[in-house]
């Protein structure tokens, strides 16, 4: 990869995320104080809804594109779990999908806090990234996944996780994609909720509508749901998106904190008794 590339980004993501460090140590202890009342804070800013939206459509067209692969454990420019459709053309070390990842995120953090031109610029140069990335993969005889055949192919093949002889491990489980029966995607798996009496799996926390991970909304789902793909490449959840909005939410890391298991757990429990999934092989 062209380290000017490499170099370029690097600064730019620092610049984005220090760059108000000077600034900040030259501000004497009287300015440092919080703003007037009568003033704005950034949390106020009306989100740069455009960029956000040019930012969602281009991260669904990189996977599209077959070669990206979705789901936060998997959104580094070439799949990292073994998809026999995909291919590496080169990027041995230093990967552009790393840069693109942090300036998405840049994106994502300027587009919420309403610079929408600040947004598009940054937004752009990640697309002309991507797009270099995206011919060398070409060029260098790396074929596109079929992803959709493929997860297809998988979606069929799913067995319930609670029939499956093998264990789980915790890191084969984090980060993993979740799709509906009909491939569409739920989010991915953000946390492993044990139950206090059992010891067991009681609920994966599916985070969902953020974009590599950021600005999420956590909706737990009891574990006996999922069903499991060979190799656990993706999980499949026989819910529609419409059902997974109207879930109960928890905040991040905050599920049954403070000895609050069972009263949460009920109301969890509650909505996908009424909401059933089909928990059958078929």
Same mark, same amino acid.
């Given at each position: 990869?062209?380290?000017?590339?490499?170099?370029?980004?690097?600064?730019?993501c620092l610049c984005l995320g220090l760059g108000i460090l000077p600034l900040?140590?030259?501000?004497?202890?009287?300015?440092?104080?919080?703003?007037?009342?009568?003033?704005?804070?950034?949390?106020?800013?009306?989100?740069?809804?455009?960029?956000?939206?040019?930012?969602?459509?281009?991260?669904?067209?990189?996977?599209?594109?077959?070669?990206?692969?979705?789901?936060?454990?998997?959104?580094?420019?070439?799949?990292?779990?073994?998809?026999?459709?995909?291919?590496?053309?080169?990027?041995?070390?230093?990967?552009?999908?790393?840069?693109?990842?942090? @300036? =998405?995120?840049? !994106?994502?953090?300027?587009?919420?806090? *309403?610079?929408? &031109?600040?947004?598009? /610029?940054?937004? #752009?140069?990640?697309?002309?990234?991507?797009?270099?990335?995206?011919?060398?993969?070409?060029?260098?005889?790396?074929?596109?996944?079929?992803?959709?055949?493929?997860?297809?192919?998988?979606?069929?093949?799913?067995?319930?996780?609670?029939?499956?002889?093998?264990?789980?491990?915790?890191?084969?489980?984090?980060?993993?994609?979740?799709?509906?029966?009909?491939?569409?995607?739920?989010?991915?798996?953000?946390?492993?909720?044990?139950?206090?009496?059992?010891?067991?799996?009681?609920?994966?926390?599916?985070?969902?509508?953020?974009?590599?991970?950021?600005?999420?909304?956590?909706?737990?789902?009891?574990?006996?749901?999922?069903?499991?793909?060979?190799?656990?490449?993706? @999980? =499949?959840?026989? !819910?529609?998106?419409?059902?997974?909005? *109207?879930?109960? &939410?928890?905040?991040? /890391?905050?599920? #049954?904190?403070?000895?609050?298991?069972?009263?949460?757990?009920?109301?969890?429990?509650?909505?996908?008794?009424?909401?059933?999934?089909?928990?059958?092989?078929?």
């Amino acid at each position: 990869m062209n380290r000017s590339i490499l170099a370029g980004a690097t600064i730019s993501c620092l610049c984005l995320g220090l760059g108000i460090l000077p600034l900040a140590a030259q501000t004497p202890p009287a300015a440092a104080t919080a703003p007037p009342s009568g003033d704005k804070s950034v949390s106020d800013a009306k989100p740069a809804e455009k960029c956000l939206t040019d930012l969602h459509a281009f991260s669904d067209q990189m996977e599209k594109d077959g070669y990206w692969l979705g789901g936060s454990g998997f959104g580094y420019g070439y799949p990292m779990g073994g998809y026999p459709e995909a291919t590496m053309a080169g990027y041995q070390s230093a990967r552009p999908g790393y840069e693109v990842r942090i @300036l =998405v995120a840049a !994106a994502n953090i300027l587009g919420h806090r *309403g610079q929408q &031109q600040a947004c598009e /610029d940054v937004l #752009a140069t990640t697309q002309d990234l991507y797009k270099r990335y995206a011919a060398d993969m070409h060029n260098g005889g790396g074929r596109m996944a079929d992803v959709p055949g493929w997860r297809r192919q998988e979606i069929a093949a799913a067995l319930p996780v609670t029939g499956r002889d093998a264990a789980f491990r915790s890191d084969e489980l984090l980060g993993t994609d979740v799709r509906s029966a009909k491939n569409e995607s739920l989010g991915s798996v953000e946390d492993l909720i044990m139950s206090p009496k059992t010891g067991k799996i009681a609920y994966l926390v599916i985070g969902r509508g953020g974009v590599f991970g950021i600005d999420e909304k956590y909706v737990p789902v009891p574990w006996g749901d999922f069903k499991a793909t060979r190799n656990t490449s993706f @999980l =499949v959840l026989d !819910a529609a998106k419409a059902t997974m909005d *109207g879930a109960p &939410q928890v905040k991040r /890391d905050q599920f #049954a904190n403070g000895g609050h298991f069972d009263q949460q757990s009920d109301k969890v429990d509650a909505y996908w008794t009424a909401h059933p999934t089909d928990k059958s092989g078929n």
